[in-house]
């Protein structure tokens, strides 16, 4: 008998990202203050921390692209049209974020390379590195602020489909719960604060974490499964 993955992957992959979140060595430092903490930092410590939330990202990511293909199954046209928006959004996310994490893996490992004029595969000098670091970190920076906005979107556009395609009662409520906790997140580059991005971004993984869990424990099912069908 087959076990369904996507709640496991819901819950799964927030906890991981967390992990890595709470983990980081940069708290609201920005630039030379930020990439100084970077390069004072254990490499391995890092690429541990980048490849764990790495994984998060692309369990929790999974989890949201098949929860909408399951939600498919059971949905109309329109409500078909509204949900291969919100994959395209997931996927979106997904690559914004792969390109944050290029960026800082290149920051990283740049502060590895040797500094001589006179070797065509080192830099000149430590201006020449730091130029290098710092165009990779804001090329990061600038991935992973668009990141919340897609990802918010899919949420959004989960949350209200799932509304739509079937009347809300009991534990349903939770699917509409991704409606203003996705609208939150999708304003975090717009409201430029650390702090509210702190406060948000827990929110955001915990709403993950709960529907999974609930899936888990058969109190919740995706809208348009057949046990949803059923029990409406």
């Given at each position: 008998m087959g076990r369904d993955l996507t709640p496991y992957m819901l819950a799964?992959?927030?906890?991981?990202?967390?992990?890595?979140?709470?983990?980081?060595?940069?708290?609201?430092?920005?630039?030379?203050?930020?990439?100084?903490?970077?390069?004072?930092?254990?490499?391995?410590?890092?690429?541990?921390?980048?490849?764990?939330?790495?994984?998060?990202?692309?369990?929790?990511?999974?989890?949201?692209?098949?929860?909408?293909?399951?939600m498919k199954k059971g949905?109309?046209?329109?409500?078909?049209?509204m949900l291969t928006v919100g994959g395209m959004c997931i996927i979106a996310a997904l690559a914004l974020f792969m390109a944050g994490f290029g960026g800082n893996?290149?920051?990283?490992?740049?502060n590895d390379i040797d500094i001589d004029a006179d070797d065509d595969l080192?830099?000149?000098?430590?201006?020449?590195q730091m130029t290098s670091?710092?165009?990779?970190?804001?090329a990061a920076?600038?991935?992973?602020?668009?990141?919340?906005v897609m990802w918010g979107m899919a949420m959004i556009l989960v949350g209200v489909t799932a509304f739509m395609m079937q009347k809300p009662s009991g534990?349903?409520?939770?699917?509409?719960?991704?409606?203003?906790?996705?609208?939150?997140f999708s304003l975090a580059p717009i409201m430029n604060n650390p702090a509210y991005f702190d406060m948000i971004f827990p929110v955001t993984m915990l709403t993950h974490i709960v529907i999974g869990v609930m899936m888990v424990m058969g109190k919740l099912d995706a809208p348009g499964s057949s046990d949803s069908a059923a029990e409406a």
């Open positions: 799964g992959g927030p906890i991981l990202l967390m992990v890595a979140f709470f983990s980081w060595p940069q708290t609201n430092e920005v630039g030379a203050d930020a990439i100084k903490i970077l390069m004072e930092e254990e490499r391995m410590t890092l690429m541990i921390m980048l490849a764990i939330a790495t994984t998060g990202i692309v369990i929790m990511f999974g989890g949201l692209y098949l929860l909408i293909q399951k949905a109309g046209e329109m409500h078909q049209q893996v290149n920051s990283i490992n740049a080192a830099w000149d000098d430590e201006n020449d670091i710092r165009a990779s970190w804001d920076n600038s991935g992973w602020a668009m990141m919340p534990m349903d409520y939770m699917w509409s719960l991704l409606m203003p906790v996705g609208l939150g």
